[in-house]
């Protein structure tokens, strides 16, 4: 079995900055994918960014030059720098993470962070 587990959230005004971290644990063998996602009050859960094994990123077109998304294969984890957040960036992050064991498949979420960006 695979864990996510993220931090970093917190409460911030607008413009200004937040980090946000994942680990993933367990029998691992390779994580093919690891992004964030978000999700607002009423709304879809929806990709922020994410990042492959290789290094090539997406990013939702509304973060794009403000968000950076980050890894580290050899120990897990996962990093999305928030840069000029703005209150519509407000939302409960969640840490995705897709790969194998050495037995299957997992696609593996965290319980969630929460931002808020203040106006």
């Known amino acids: 079995q695979v864990q996510v587990m993220e931090s970093g959230g917190g409460l911030v005004q607008a413009g200004g900055s937040l980090r946000l971290s994942c680990a993933a644990s367990?029998?691992?063998?390779?994580?093919?994918?690891m992004g964030w996602y978000r999700q607002a009050p009423g709304k879809q859960r929806e990709l922020v960014a994410r990042i492959r094994s290789d290094g090539s990123t997406n990013y939702q077109d509304s973060v794009k030059g403000r968000f950076t998304i980050s890894r580290d294969n050899g120990k897990n984890t996962v990093s999305l720098q928030m840069n000029s957040l703005k209150p519509e960036d407000t939302a409960v992050y969640y840490c995705?993470?897709?790969?194998?064991?050495?037995?299957?498949?997992?696609?593996?979420w965290g319980q969630g962070t929460q931002v808020v960006v203040s106006s």
């Open positions: 995705n993470a897709v790969g194998t064991t050495w037995v299957r498949s997992f696609d593996s």
């Open positions: 367990g029998s691992i063998f390779n994580i093919n994918v």
